[in-house]
């Protein structure tokens, strides 16, 4: 169950309306320095705490905010080697959460305290809040023109402003540099001399940073899909679009081989042009809803989101060829009218997150549409690929002043450990290898052969890899390399996961799914 869980973690990220508290209990409580443990209400097996860390790092002596974190104890007493600080990526992720339902399994549970924390501005820790009205009101649709540019920078603006009068001074202060000084504050409090960190897709930009900031105090620390945070405006659209046409040709590659796939022995290219011009001229009504018509939007983003965190091939293409041929599917359609909301305040850090790490904003339309033509040069099969057009959310965000995308300048001695699918749509292998040429010498790169974002808990190779570094600071050799796992559906052979446990990390999504918050991950 805990590989499957993992994974499901860091694709579950996602806007939430309401916030469970992180309730201990009133029964016995262990200190360590600043952090008081108690057993947690949602399971008692796990203590739970606060840390007081500042607002803002630059005014260590100002106001201060509480840090929700969750502990699982290690198993062995002996084997133990301190404490295993884990973040599931967002930006947004809780790694409360993430400690309340997975183990992370045995070895590491034996060997560390699994120590999870929400970073500032998400979920228990002064979660950035922002009025439902207002992330609702910004664009959906792609920026076409001029005008299109203009509402999407007015939108942009009038968010961050909204969720600053609703959040306070925190809002301006949730950047990677003011997290990574909070992991080194719960290093301290949990009474460790050097750090050990598991950080998962946005976390891996966690864990770069702090080798940057701390190189001394770095023990063992795993970047699992790996964030590049050289990339400007224009590198990140493009960077974005590339491994995301990747994802898209394997797909092609994967079910022209496989004789169980629904489009097995066609040209699957030309089937999915034919499927995109009919979309865009308003001739391809959903089967399971006939009076809606399916865009080019509802193509793409259907066939990104099944080759996220596995990749769907077979579920991909039964669906598109029962949308071809109006064949419904015998599921009911998500309905697509949203009642009038009322006027809530909700979380809301993706945004304020990724635009304070991040300048991707430009100056003008101009601009904008270059960037957006070179992505689509990259991506020829993919029109307006979703994720590099994710540089629009900070178009009219302040721009950001103490963590800006820059390279990496490591000095650690202890190397970091770096691994990454060769084929991820949303961490792409260009930017596990561009991270990789910052660090040189200072961190070593394990390939994962296959498919899909996140690499713990796919296959023995790389969870033995990392367990072993994390253990026992066993680097592996730079340019290890381990065999992918069949895709889903293609063989019973489910990698590392027990037989008591074989379904997939993340179910497949529908082509039209709920309609909701916006949500993005990394």
Known sequence: MRRKMIRRLVAGVAVGVVLAPLAPLSASASRTDDVQWMPCEQEASVLCGTLEVPVD????????????????????????????????????????????????????????????????????????????????????????????FAQMVAASRALADDCRAHTGPLFDHVDTLQVVQDIDAIRAAVGDEKLNFLGMSYGTLMAQQYAEMFPDRVRAVVADSVMDHSQDARGFAVTQAATGQDSFDEFVAGCSRLPQCALYGRDIRQFWHRLLDRAIRGELPDPDDLSYRITQRDLVTFVMNNLNYEPYWLYIAEVLEQVDAGRPSGAAAAEETVAEQPALVVPFAYQAVLCQDWNLAVN??????????????????????????????????????????????????TKLLFTNSLHDPATGYNWALGAADQFGDHAALLTYEGWGHIVFGRVDCADEAVEAYLIDQIVPADGTRCAAAPPPGTTSARGRRPAQDPGPTAPPVPLRGEPGLPTWLF
């Open 57 to 148: 790092w630059a005014d260590p002596g100002g106001p201060t905010i509480g840090l929700a974190l969750a502990k699982r104890p290690a198993t062995g007493s002996v084997e133990r080697r301190g404490s295993l600080i884990v973040n599931p990526g967002g930006p947004g992720g809780s790694g409360v959460d993430s400690v309340l339902r997975t183990d992370y399994g045995d070895e590491l549970h034996r060997h560390f305290d699994i120590v999870g924390f929400d970073p500032r501005g998400v979920r228990r820790s002064s979660p950035i809040m922002c009025s439902l009205d207002r992330i609702a009101a910004l664009p959906s649709g792609h920026i076409k023109t001029a005008s299109n």
């Open 364 to 413: 003008d339309f101009t601009a904008w549409r270059s960037i957006q033509d070179d992505a689509q040069q990259v991506a020829p099969d993919l029109p307006h690929p979703p994720r590099a057009s994710v540089g629009a959310l900070c178009l009219g965000w302040p721009t950001p002043a103490n963590n800006p995308q820059q390279r990496i300048d490591p000095t650690n001695e």
